[in-house]
């Protein structure tokens, strides 16, 4: 079945580092691809998606490119902020192969002021 | 628009009770899932319904645990008897049946089992 791999961390960035947060997915079809992020003590929300190839997703200051070549969606951000602190969880769905949403297993992110 | 609202937010049981948790999905939305996240297992999927049929349930965890979507707009989680183990968070999500169209998580249900 379809998967997402991404680096499960801890990652700890001091205040205005660049942050990059890889993630890999293998699927039957054409899946779509999502980023989203847990705040402490609170639900998952989606950060930014993309549904087809070279697609860049992007919100808040992350971004993410639809990468079909090497099957990639890596998460990235030019300057951290203490308040980015937080779980993101790559994920896909590709529902016309009937695959509906996988998760990554989530990366801890922990910025240092 | 509201979002997916599960409640309670809280629930403190002693083990063997029966726990129900509860769910409205956003309007219009045809899917909906159960999760249950721990810090040692993560986020697992448990059930998920489309157009209120369950259509795969291979990850409730055993007997003990049921779920159910009598109409688009309401589903529950029942857990009995239940256990220590089953402490949790649980969340409800919901999504709309159209490709690239994300899920919408609730706020969970913190359970704690004593």
């Known amino acids: 079945g379809d998967s997402v791999t991404q680096m499960e961390g801890p990652v700890t960035l001091s205040e205005e580092a660049f942050l990059t947060i890889n993630c890999t997915y293998t699927?039957?079809?054409?899946?779509?691809l999502f980023w989203y992020v847990q705040y402490p003590g609170e639900g998952l929300q989606l950060l930014l998606k993309a549904t087809k190839a070279d697609d860049k997703g992007s919100n808040k200051g992350f971004e993410a490119t639809y990468r079909k070549e090497t099957t990639s969606f890596h998460l990235e951000k030019g300057s951290v902020q203490v308040s980015d602190s937080a779980v993101y969880f790559c994920a896909l769905s590709d529902l016309n192969y009937g695959q509906n949403f996988v998760f990554g297993p989530g990366t801890r992110l922990s910025v240092l002021p | 628009d509201a979002g997916v609202i599960q409640s309670p937010r809280h629930e403190v049981t002693e083990m063997g009770q029966e726990v129900t948790l509860r769910c409205k999905p956003i309007?219009?939305?045809?899917?909906l899932f159960w999760y249950r996240q721990t810090m040692m297992r993560g986020l697992e999927l448990l059930i998920y319904?489309?157009?209120?049929?369950?259509?795969?349930d291979s990850g409730m965890p055993e007997d003990r645990f049921s779920a159910k979507m009598p109409n688009a707009s309401f589903s529950t989680l029942k857990i009995q008897p239940s256990e220590p183990r089953d402490s949790a968070v649980y969340f409800c999500a919901s999504s709309s049946l159209t490709i690239g169209q994300p899920q919408h998580f609730g706020d969970g249900t913190r359970l704690s089992i004593l």
């Open positions: 319904f489309n157009n209120n049929v369950p259509i795969d």
């Open positions: 309007s219009g939305h045809n899917s």
């Open positions: 699927a039957t079809g054409y899946p779509s």
